[in-house]
């Protein structure tokens, strides 16, 4: 029951930026978005998060439509490092705990 | 500093075996999870602990399926009589309820393989 949605795959050029979308249309007020990636092998790694505001940290950018009902990630100047699957997921708040739904994700192929 | 810490890295195990995975959450973090990741999948949510209490279980496929957290700190996931629809990769991640905001950190995981 993954509350969010996402392209299973896009490419980039390296150098370039690289804009990951996401459709979160049932969110709920209180229910932040965060991104995730995974390198092969290895467990997902915590990218950004955010609520109703854009944010920005040293890996990347959050933006967020004012309905939040989508948002885009995005990698200012993609590098074949930055290869891996990419995931959206909705901070879901039941019963005072918190629930991390993650869906299928983008697998982001960062071409040479 | 340190990480989440998972062991073993990899298990293999007969089928019908019982499998302990264990891990080792970021210190003092006291909200741990438990995932489940089978091949070219996306993460399958198991169960949630803050402290030591398990106030949601739902994701546990079966009741072979049990976890503990003693202490605060390690949690143990066991598998009792393993099936091969039991191999994936097991991850656990941590966070700080200290901060609302905290997110997980999770550890490299457990590839579990049942023959």
């Known amino acids: 029951d993954a509350k969010t949605t996402q392209p299973p795959s896009m490419d980039c050029a390296e150098g370039r930026a690289a804009n990951l979308p996401c459709n979160h249309s049932?969110?709920?007020?209180?229910?932040?978005v965060y991104w995730y990636r995974q390198i092969h092998s290895q467990g997902p790694q915590y990218i950004i998060h955010?609520?109703?505001n854009n944010e920005t940290n040293e890996m990347a950018s959050l933006i967020i439509t004012e309905d939040r009902k989508s948002s885009t990630l995005i990698l200012p100047h993609a590098t074949l490092r930055d290869t891996a699957v990419y995931y959206c997921?909705?901070?879901?708040?039941?019963?005072?705990?918190?629930?991390?739904?993650f869906g299928t994700g983008t697998r982001l192929k960062v071409l040479a | 500093g340190a990480g989440v810490s998972q062991s073993p890295s990899n298990k293999v195990t007969e089928k019908g075996k019982d499998v302990e995975l264990r891990c080792d959450p970021i210190?003092?973090?006291?909200?741990l999870y438990w995932y489940r990741q089978s091949l070219g999948q996306g993460l399958e949510f198991l169960i949630y602990?803050?402290?030591?209490?398990?106030?949601?279980k739902s994701g546990l496929p079966s009741d072979r399926f049990s976890a503990e957290r003693t202490g605060g700190s390690v949690s143990t996931l066991t598998i009792q009589r393993t099936q091969q629809e039991d191999s994936a990769v097991y991850l656990c991640?941590?966070?700080?309820?200290?901060?609302?905001?905290?997110?997980?950190?999770f550890g490299n995981g457990t590839r579990l393989t049942v023959t």
């Open positions: 991640a941590s966070s700080s309820r200290g901060s609302y905001n905290s997110p997980l950190h």
């Open positions: 049932t969110i709920s007020g209180n229910e932040y």
């Open positions: 955010g609520l109703k």
């Open positions: 997921i909705v901070r879901v708040v039941s019963s005072g705990t918190y629930k991390y739904i």
């Open positions: 210190s003092g973090h006291t909200a």
């Open positions: 602990f803050q402290g030591n209490s398990a106030p949601d």
